[in-house]
Protein backbone atom coordinates (compact mmCIF):
# COMPACT_ATOMS: atom_id res chain seq x y z
CA UNK A 1 0.00 0.00 0.00
CA UNK A 2 1.55 3.25 -1.07
CA UNK A 3 1.88 5.62 1.77
CA UNK A 4 -0.25 9.49 1.21
CA UNK A 5 1.23 12.36 3.32
CA UNK A 6 -0.27 15.40 3.93
CA UNK A 7 0.92 18.40 2.16
CA UNK A 8 2.42 21.45 4.27
CA UNK A 9 -0.04 24.69 4.21
CA UNK A 10 1.04 27.81 2.50
CA UNK A 11 0.40 29.09 5.89
CA UNK A 12 2.05 26.96 8.04
CA UNK A 13 5.07 27.62 5.73
CA UNK A 14 5.03 31.17 6.50
CA UNK A 15 4.74 30.62 10.35
CA UNK A 16 7.70 28.24 10.41
CA UNK A 17 9.71 30.80 7.93
CA UNK A 18 8.34 33.58 10.75
CA UNK A 19 9.17 31.49 13.67
CA UNK A 20 12.89 30.76 12.65
CA UNK A 21 13.27 34.59 11.23
CA UNK A 22 12.59 35.23 14.91
CA UNK A 23 14.67 32.67 16.20
CA UNK A 24 17.82 33.09 14.38
CA UNK A 25 18.13 37.09 14.88
CA UNK A 26 17.61 36.12 18.84
CA UNK A 27 21.10 34.75 18.10
CA UNK A 28 20.64 31.41 20.12
CA UNK A 29 22.53 30.04 17.08
CA UNK A 30 25.95 32.20 16.91
CA UNK A 31 27.38 30.57 20.05
CA UNK A 32 29.98 27.82 18.70
CA UNK A 33 29.21 25.57 22.07
CA UNK A 34 25.75 25.92 21.03
CA UNK A 35 26.33 24.61 17.11
CA UNK A 36 28.53 22.10 18.66
CA UNK A 37 26.58 20.43 20.99
CA UNK A 38 23.61 20.65 18.21
CA UNK A 39 26.08 18.70 15.93
CA UNK A 40 26.64 15.97 18.50
CA UNK A 41 23.00 15.43 18.75
CA UNK A 42 22.11 15.08 15.16
CA UNK A 43 24.59 12.61 15.26
CA UNK A 44 22.73 10.56 18.33
CA UNK A 45 19.49 10.96 16.24
CA UNK A 46 21.06 9.03 12.78
CA UNK A 47 22.26 6.44 14.99
CA UNK A 48 19.18 5.94 16.95
CA UNK A 49 16.81 6.13 13.86
CA UNK A 50 19.46 4.22 11.04
CA UNK A 51 17.34 1.15 11.55
CA UNK A 52 14.01 3.18 10.80
CA UNK A 53 15.70 4.84 7.95
CA UNK A 54 17.02 2.01 6.31
CA UNK A 55 13.43 0.39 6.85
CA UNK A 56 11.92 2.86 4.90
CA UNK A 57 14.72 3.19 2.09
CA UNK A 58 13.81 -0.49 1.16
CA UNK A 59 10.34 0.35 1.25
CA UNK A 60 10.08 3.68 -1.06
CA UNK A 61 13.25 1.72 -3.06
CA UNK A 62 14.10 -1.94 -2.65
CA UNK A 63 17.79 -0.29 -1.29
CA UNK A 64 19.32 -2.72 0.93
CA UNK A 65 20.69 -2.37 4.23
CA UNK A 66 24.43 -2.75 3.07
CA UNK A 67 23.61 0.18 -0.31
CA UNK A 68 21.61 2.13 2.59
CA UNK A 69 24.86 2.30 4.88
CA UNK A 70 27.29 2.87 2.22
CA UNK A 71 25.86 5.38 0.21
CA UNK A 72 23.62 7.22 2.72
CA UNK A 73 23.82 6.53 6.33
CA UNK A 74 27.97 6.80 6.26
CA UNK A 75 28.23 9.75 4.04
CA UNK A 76 25.75 11.66 6.38
CA UNK A 77 28.07 10.47 9.61
CA UNK A 78 31.39 11.02 8.05
CA UNK A 79 30.18 14.54 7.42
CA UNK A 80 28.50 15.30 11.17
CA UNK A 81 31.69 13.71 12.96
CA UNK A 82 34.22 16.14 10.56
CA UNK A 83 32.17 19.25 11.57
CA UNK A 84 32.16 18.29 15.30
CA UNK A 85 35.86 18.00 15.38
CA UNK A 86 36.79 21.12 12.98
CA UNK A 87 34.17 23.72 13.66
CA UNK A 88 36.70 25.39 15.94
CA UNK A 89 38.84 26.14 13.77
CA UNK A 90 36.61 26.83 10.66
CA UNK A 91 34.87 29.72 13.07
CA UNK A 92 37.96 31.68 14.52
CA UNK A 93 38.42 34.78 13.26
CA UNK A 94 41.32 34.99 10.72
CA UNK A 95 43.90 37.65 11.02
CA UNK A 96 44.68 39.46 7.74
CA UNK A 97 48.00 41.72 6.81
CA UNK A 98 46.86 45.49 6.67
CA UNK A 99 49.07 47.09 4.53
CA UNK A 100 51.70 50.44 5.39
CA UNK A 101 48.81 52.49 3.78
CA UNK A 102 46.06 51.74 6.28
CA UNK A 103 48.84 51.85 9.61
CA UNK A 104 47.97 51.56 12.60
CA UNK A 105 45.01 49.51 11.07
CA UNK A 106 44.53 45.73 11.76
CA UNK A 107 42.20 43.25 9.27
CA UNK A 108 40.61 40.48 10.04
CA UNK A 109 37.82 37.63 8.60
CA UNK A 110 35.06 36.70 10.71
CA UNK A 111 32.59 34.21 9.46
CA UNK A 112 28.91 34.79 9.75
CA UNK A 113 25.84 32.33 9.10
CA UNK A 114 23.43 33.57 6.32
CA UNK A 115 20.34 33.55 7.99
CA UNK A 116 17.66 30.89 7.87
CA UNK A 117 18.16 28.50 4.71
CA UNK A 118 15.60 26.38 2.51
CA UNK A 119 17.49 22.89 1.59
CA UNK A 120 15.34 20.77 -1.26
CA UNK A 121 16.11 17.41 -1.81
CA UNK A 122 16.16 14.78 -4.54
CA UNK A 123 14.13 11.37 -4.05
CA UNK A 124 17.21 9.01 -4.74
CA UNK A 125 19.26 9.50 -2.34
CA UNK A 126 16.85 11.11 -0.18
CA UNK A 127 18.52 10.77 3.10
CA UNK A 128 22.10 11.85 2.11
CA UNK A 129 21.09 14.77 -0.42
CA UNK A 130 18.74 16.10 2.20
CA UNK A 131 20.42 15.91 5.11
CA UNK A 132 23.94 16.36 4.51
CA UNK A 133 23.09 20.23 3.56
CA UNK A 134 22.01 20.56 7.27
CA UNK A 135 25.12 19.60 8.55
CA UNK A 136 26.93 22.54 7.12
CA UNK A 137 23.63 24.65 7.84
CA UNK A 138 23.92 23.80 11.55
CA UNK A 139 27.95 24.14 11.99
CA UNK A 140 27.57 27.98 10.42
CA UNK A 141 24.82 29.26 12.77
CA UNK A 142 21.79 28.90 10.28
CA UNK A 143 18.56 27.72 10.55
CA UNK A 144 16.72 25.27 7.95
CA UNK A 145 14.11 24.03 6.21
CA UNK A 146 13.90 20.81 4.84
CA UNK A 147 11.95 19.87 1.98
CA UNK A 148 12.47 15.87 1.40
CA UNK A 149 11.09 14.63 -2.00
CA UNK A 150 7.24 13.07 -2.08
CA UNK A 151 8.16 10.08 -4.52
CA UNK A 152 9.89 8.08 -1.51
CA UNK A 153 7.12 9.19 1.44
CA UNK A 154 8.30 6.30 3.80
CA UNK A 155 11.34 8.14 4.02
CA UNK A 156 10.29 11.56 4.13
CA UNK A 157 7.77 10.27 7.01
CA UNK A 158 10.60 8.99 8.83
CA UNK A 159 13.08 11.76 8.42
CA UNK A 160 10.49 14.26 9.89
CA UNK A 161 9.69 11.47 12.76
CA UNK A 162 13.73 12.01 13.24
CA UNK A 163 13.74 15.82 12.85
CA UNK A 164 11.14 16.64 14.78
CA UNK A 165 12.59 14.22 17.72
CA UNK A 166 15.68 16.10 17.73
CA UNK A 167 15.21 19.78 17.41
CA UNK A 168 12.45 22.32 17.68
CA UNK A 169 11.04 23.54 14.61
CA UNK A 170 12.35 27.23 14.87
CA UNK A 171 15.76 25.89 14.50
CA UNK A 172 14.77 23.00 11.85
CA UNK A 173 11.50 22.02 10.18
CA UNK A 174 10.21 19.80 7.54
CA UNK A 175 7.62 20.47 5.19
CA UNK A 176 6.20 17.94 2.96
CA UNK A 177 4.41 18.14 0.02
CA UNK A 178 4.49 18.39 -3.92
CA UNK A 179 5.45 21.38 -6.53
CA UNK A 180 2.72 23.49 -5.16
CA UNK A 181 4.52 23.18 -1.61
CA UNK A 182 7.65 23.84 -3.62
CA UNK A 183 6.44 26.96 -5.24
CA UNK A 184 4.59 28.08 -1.75
CA UNK A 185 8.36 27.90 -0.01
CA UNK A 186 9.84 29.82 -3.27
CA UNK A 187 7.72 32.66 -2.59
CA UNK A 188 8.95 33.06 0.45
CA UNK A 189 12.26 35.03 1.15
CA UNK A 190 15.34 33.17 2.12
CA UNK A 191 18.93 33.66 3.01
CA UNK A 192 20.07 30.80 0.95
CA UNK A 193 18.45 28.26 -1.29
CA UNK A 194 19.74 24.63 -1.01
CA UNK A 195 18.64 22.52 -4.24
CA UNK A 196 19.51 19.33 -5.17
CA UNK A 197 17.45 18.03 -8.53
CA UNK A 198 17.45 18.58 -12.57
CA UNK A 199 18.54 21.56 -14.26
CA UNK A 200 15.31 22.31 -15.61
CA UNK A 201 13.96 22.53 -11.99
CA UNK A 202 17.11 24.26 -10.82
CA UNK A 203 16.20 26.94 -13.53
CA UNK A 204 12.66 27.47 -11.80
CA UNK A 205 14.61 28.02 -8.17
CA UNK A 206 17.21 30.32 -9.64
CA UNK A 207 14.65 32.32 -11.25
CA UNK A 208 12.76 32.18 -7.85
CA UNK A 209 15.73 33.30 -5.92
CA UNK A 210 16.58 36.12 -8.11
CA UNK A 211 13.62 37.71 -7.11
CA UNK A 212 15.10 38.83 -3.89
CA UNK A 213 18.76 38.43 -4.91
CA UNK A 214 18.71 35.04 -2.64
CA UNK A 215 22.19 32.86 -3.14
CA UNK A 216 21.68 29.51 -4.37
CA UNK A 217 23.70 26.19 -4.12
CA UNK A 218 22.41 24.14 -7.35
CA UNK A 219 23.09 20.72 -6.72
CA UNK A 220 22.02 19.19 -10.47
CA UNK A 221 23.24 16.56 -13.01
CA UNK A 222 23.53 15.80 -16.74
CA UNK A 223 24.70 13.42 -18.42
CA UNK A 224 28.08 11.79 -17.46
CA UNK A 225 30.41 10.40 -20.07
CA UNK A 226 32.41 7.53 -19.53
CA UNK A 227 35.44 6.78 -21.47
CA UNK A 228 36.83 3.47 -21.77
CA UNK A 229 40.56 3.71 -23.95
CA UNK A 230 42.37 1.03 -26.29
CA UNK A 231 44.59 1.12 -23.20
CA UNK A 232 42.68 -0.21 -20.13
CA UNK A 233 42.71 -2.48 -17.73
CA UNK A 234 39.11 -4.50 -19.56
CA UNK A 235 38.24 -6.27 -16.54
CA UNK A 236 38.61 -3.79 -14.07
CA UNK A 237 37.07 -1.30 -15.99
CA UNK A 238 34.04 -3.42 -16.54
CA UNK A 239 33.91 -4.32 -12.71
CA UNK A 240 34.13 -0.69 -11.68
CA UNK A 241 31.66 0.60 -14.70
CA UNK A 242 28.80 -1.81 -14.02
CA UNK A 243 29.11 -1.16 -10.20
CA UNK A 244 28.72 2.31 -10.62
CA UNK A 245 25.69 1.69 -12.87
CA UNK A 246 24.18 -1.10 -10.57
CA UNK A 247 24.27 1.53 -7.40
CA UNK A 248 20.63 2.74 -7.09
CA UNK A 249 19.70 1.45 -10.23
CA UNK A 250 21.59 4.00 -11.89
CA UNK A 251 19.27 6.44 -10.76
CA UNK A 252 22.33 7.95 -9.43
CA UNK A 253 23.15 11.93 -10.72
CA UNK A 254 26.60 10.77 -10.84
CA UNK A 255 25.94 7.61 -12.76
CA UNK A 256 28.10 6.59 -16.15
CA UNK A 257 25.45 7.80 -18.37
CA UNK A 258 26.60 6.55 -21.35
CA UNK A 259 29.80 4.39 -22.77
CA UNK A 260 32.28 5.50 -24.89
CA UNK A 261 34.80 3.04 -26.00
CA UNK A 262 37.67 2.82 -28.57
CA UNK A 263 36.41 0.74 -31.83
CA UNK A 264 39.46 -1.83 -30.86
CA UNK A 265 38.11 -2.93 -27.76
CA UNK A 266 34.72 -2.27 -27.95
CA UNK A 267 32.93 -6.03 -28.17
CA UNK A 268 35.55 -7.30 -25.72
CA UNK A 269 34.82 -4.74 -23.13
CA UNK A 270 31.08 -5.49 -23.62
CA UNK A 271 31.08 -8.91 -22.92
CA UNK A 272 32.72 -8.55 -19.86
CA UNK A 273 30.85 -5.89 -18.95
CA UNK A 274 28.16 -8.40 -19.17
CA UNK A 275 29.95 -11.00 -17.42
CA UNK A 276 30.87 -8.34 -14.16
CA UNK A 277 26.85 -7.42 -14.28
CA UNK A 278 26.45 -10.73 -13.56
CA UNK A 279 28.73 -11.38 -11.23
CA UNK A 280 27.47 -8.46 -9.29
CA UNK A 281 23.97 -9.66 -9.30
CA UNK A 282 23.55 -12.83 -10.13
CA UNK A 283 22.35 -14.36 -13.34
CA UNK A 284 18.93 -13.16 -12.73
CA UNK A 285 19.14 -9.14 -11.05
CA UNK A 286 15.63 -9.02 -9.94
CA UNK A 287 16.13 -12.01 -7.71
CA UNK A 288 19.15 -10.25 -6.00
CA UNK A 289 18.71 -8.06 -2.94
CA UNK A 290 20.83 -5.82 -3.78
CA UNK A 291 19.64 -4.18 -6.94
CA UNK A 292 17.17 -0.71 -6.50
CA UNK A 293 13.75 -0.65 -8.33
CA UNK A 294 12.95 2.36 -10.72
CA UNK A 295 11.00 4.92 -8.55
CA UNK A 296 7.86 4.99 -9.61
CA UNK A 297 5.79 4.17 -12.79
CA UNK A 298 6.55 7.29 -14.96
CA UNK A 299 10.36 6.71 -14.49
CA UNK A 300 9.48 2.95 -15.79
CA UNK A 301 7.99 4.12 -18.91
CA UNK A 302 10.45 7.42 -19.96
CA UNK A 303 13.27 4.29 -19.29
CA UNK A 304 11.04 1.60 -21.77
CA UNK A 305 10.63 4.17 -23.91
CA UNK A 306 14.66 4.53 -23.87
CA UNK A 307 14.66 0.97 -25.23
CA UNK A 308 14.07 2.12 -28.67
CA UNK A 309 16.72 4.34 -29.64
CA UNK A 310 19.19 1.19 -29.86
CA UNK A 311 19.80 -2.31 -30.72
CA UNK A 312 20.00 -4.22 -26.73
CA UNK A 313 23.24 -6.04 -27.22
CA UNK A 314 22.30 -7.62 -23.63
CA UNK A 315 19.43 -6.82 -20.98
CA UNK A 316 16.09 -5.64 -21.72
CA UNK A 317 13.85 -7.60 -19.18
CA UNK A 318 11.48 -5.56 -17.24
CA UNK A 319 8.67 -6.05 -14.78
CA UNK A 320 6.52 -2.74 -14.05
CA UNK A 321 4.80 -4.18 -11.41
CA UNK A 322 7.79 -4.81 -9.81
CA UNK A 323 9.36 -1.48 -11.35
CA UNK A 324 12.23 -3.84 -12.04
CA UNK A 325 15.13 -2.60 -15.20
CA UNK A 326 17.20 -5.43 -16.00
CA UNK A 327 20.57 -3.28 -16.38
CA UNK A 328 20.43 -3.39 -20.68
CA UNK A 329 23.43 -1.88 -23.05
CA UNK A 330 22.27 -0.51 -26.11
CA UNK A 331 24.17 -0.06 -29.37
CA UNK A 332 23.97 1.37 -32.49
CA UNK A 333 22.40 4.37 -30.82
CA UNK A 334 22.36 7.71 -32.96
CA UNK A 335 24.37 10.80 -30.55
CA UNK A 336 20.85 12.51 -31.66
CA UNK A 337 18.72 9.94 -30.05
CA UNK A 338 16.85 10.70 -26.55
CA UNK A 339 18.73 8.36 -24.38
CA UNK A 340 21.91 10.54 -26.08
CA UNK A 341 20.42 13.76 -24.77
CA UNK A 342 18.61 12.69 -21.86
CA UNK A 343 19.79 12.03 -18.35
CA UNK A 344 19.13 8.35 -18.04
CA UNK A 345 18.50 8.10 -14.67
CA UNK A 346 18.31 4.59 -15.03
CA UNK A 347 20.29 1.35 -15.90
CA UNK A 348 20.69 1.36 -19.33
CA UNK A 349 23.78 1.91 -21.44
CA UNK A 350 23.95 3.65 -24.64
CA UNK A 351 27.29 3.03 -26.64
CA UNK A 352 28.99 4.81 -28.53
CA UNK A 353 32.64 4.16 -30.34
CA UNK A 354 35.32 6.31 -31.14
CA UNK A 355 39.35 6.10 -33.07
CA UNK A 356 40.90 8.79 -31.41
CA UNK A 357 40.96 10.62 -27.96
CA UNK A 358 40.11 13.87 -29.67
CA UNK A 359 36.61 12.79 -31.15
CA UNK A 360 35.75 12.26 -27.35
CA UNK A 361 36.95 15.26 -26.37
CA UNK A 362 34.92 17.15 -29.12
CA UNK A 363 31.96 15.27 -28.19
CA UNK A 364 31.94 15.40 -24.65
CA UNK A 365 32.60 19.77 -25.31
CA UNK A 366 30.31 20.17 -27.56
CA UNK A 367 27.50 19.35 -24.94
CA UNK A 368 26.84 21.13 -21.71
CA UNK A 369 28.78 20.23 -19.07
CA UNK A 370 28.46 17.02 -16.64
CA UNK A 371 28.46 16.19 -12.90
CA UNK A 372 30.84 14.33 -13.76
CA UNK A 373 33.52 12.53 -16.26
CA UNK A 374 34.86 8.94 -16.19
CA UNK A 375 38.22 7.70 -18.00
CA UNK A 376 39.64 4.28 -18.07
CA UNK A 377 43.20 4.41 -19.84
CA UNK A 378 46.06 6.10 -19.40
CA UNK A 379 45.52 9.66 -21.05
CA UNK A 380 43.35 10.68 -18.39
CA UNK A 381 45.72 14.04 -17.72
CA UNK A 382 45.13 14.78 -21.50
CA UNK A 383 41.08 14.07 -21.24
CA UNK A 384 40.80 16.03 -17.92
CA UNK A 385 43.26 19.20 -19.12
CA UNK A 386 40.36 19.38 -22.21
CA UNK A 387 37.52 18.77 -20.73
CA UNK A 388 35.26 20.32 -17.76
CA UNK A 389 32.93 18.60 -15.32
CA UNK A 390 32.03 18.75 -11.76
CA UNK A 391 34.45 15.98 -10.67
CA UNK A 392 35.58 13.19 -12.67
CA UNK A 393 37.44 9.86 -11.99
CA UNK A 394 40.41 8.22 -13.41
CA UNK A 395 40.16 4.69 -13.74
CA UNK A 396 37.25 4.45 -11.26
CA UNK A 397 33.49 5.53 -11.00
CA UNK A 398 31.40 7.68 -8.59
CA UNK A 399 33.97 7.02 -5.75
CA UNK A 400 34.96 10.96 -5.61
CA UNK A 401 31.87 11.68 -3.96
CA UNK A 402 32.93 9.13 -0.98
CA UNK A 403 36.16 11.54 -0.21
CA UNK A 404 34.80 14.33 2.03
CA UNK A 405 38.11 16.24 1.75
CA UNK A 406 37.18 17.40 -1.85
CA UNK A 407 34.13 19.19 -3.02
CA UNK A 408 31.52 17.58 -4.63
CA UNK A 409 29.20 20.25 -6.87
CA UNK A 410 29.05 20.91 -10.61
CA UNK A 411 29.54 23.49 -13.13
CA UNK A 412 27.10 25.12 -15.73
CA UNK A 413 24.11 23.20 -16.72
CA UNK A 414 25.44 20.82 -14.27
CA UNK A 415 25.63 22.78 -10.92
CA UNK A 416 26.47 25.69 -8.88
CA UNK A 417 28.61 25.83 -5.97
CA UNK A 418 30.13 23.20 -4.17
CA UNK A 419 29.90 21.52 -0.63
CA UNK A 420 30.85 18.52 1.39
CA UNK A 421 34.05 19.15 4.69
CA UNK A 422 34.79 23.14 5.26
CA UNK A 423 32.37 23.49 1.69
CA UNK A 424 29.43 22.94 3.72
CA UNK A 425 29.69 25.53 6.15
CA UNK A 426 31.16 27.57 3.86
CA UNK A 427 28.00 27.66 1.77
CA UNK A 428 26.21 28.71 4.59
CA UNK A 429 28.86 31.35 5.49
CA UNK A 430 29.10 34.87 4.58
CA UNK A 431 32.86 36.01 5.28
CA UNK A 432 32.65 39.55 6.39
CA UNK A 433 36.11 41.91 6.22
CA UNK A 434 36.99 43.98 8.94
CA UNK A 435 39.29 46.70 9.41
CA UNK A 436 39.94 48.16 13.19
CA UNK A 437 41.60 51.37 13.23
CA UNK A 438 42.09 52.70 16.89
CA UNK A 439 41.99 57.01 17.97
CA UNK A 440 45.18 57.06 19.49
CA UNK A 441 46.19 58.08 16.06
CA UNK A 442 45.02 60.02 13.18
CA UNK A 443 47.19 60.03 10.62
CA UNK A 444 46.08 63.57 8.61
CA UNK A 445 47.15 62.38 4.47
CA UNK A 446 43.73 60.57 3.51
CA UNK A 447 41.34 63.82 4.65
CA UNK A 448 40.88 66.74 1.76
CA UNK A 449 42.83 68.32 0.55
CA UNK A 450 44.77 65.84 0.09
CA UNK A 451 47.85 67.96 1.37
CA UNK A 452 49.90 65.22 1.26
CA UNK A 453 48.92 63.59 -2.15
CA UNK A 454 52.87 63.15 -3.83
CA UNK A 455 53.69 61.48 -0.48
CA UNK A 456 50.67 59.70 -0.26
CA UNK A 457 50.79 58.62 -3.74
CA UNK A 458 54.18 56.81 -3.41
CA UNK A 459 52.61 54.25 -1.17
CA UNK A 460 49.99 53.40 -2.69
Known amino acids: ?8 SAERIVEIREKQRKYFHSGATLDVKARK ?8 AVLKWEKPLCDALWADLHKS ?3 AYLTEISILLGEIRTHIRKIGKWTRPQRKCTPLKLFPSSSRIVSEPLGTALIISPWNYPVQLLLTPLVGAISSGCT ?4 PSPYVPNVSKVTQRMIEDTFSDEYVAVVQGNREVNSALLEERWDLIFFTGSP ?25 PCIVDKDADIKVAAKRIAWGKSLNAGQTCIAPDYLMIHEEIKDEFLKELETSFKELLGADASTTGHFVRIVNDKAFDRLEG ?10 GHTDRDDRYFEPTVLDGVSPDAPVMREEIFGPIFPVQTFKDIDEVISFVTSREKPLALYYFGSRGDYVLRHTSSGGACINDTIMHIANENIPFGGVGNSGLGSY ?19 TWLDLPFRYMPYKFFKAVKRLL
Open 306 to 315: YLKDGRITFG
Open 420 to 438: HHKRSFDAFTHYRAVVTTP
Open 65 to 67: YEE
Open 144 to 147: AVLK
Open 1 to 8: MTLTMEST
Open 200 to 224: ALGRIVMGAAANNLTPVILELGGKS
Open 37 to 44: AALKKFEQ
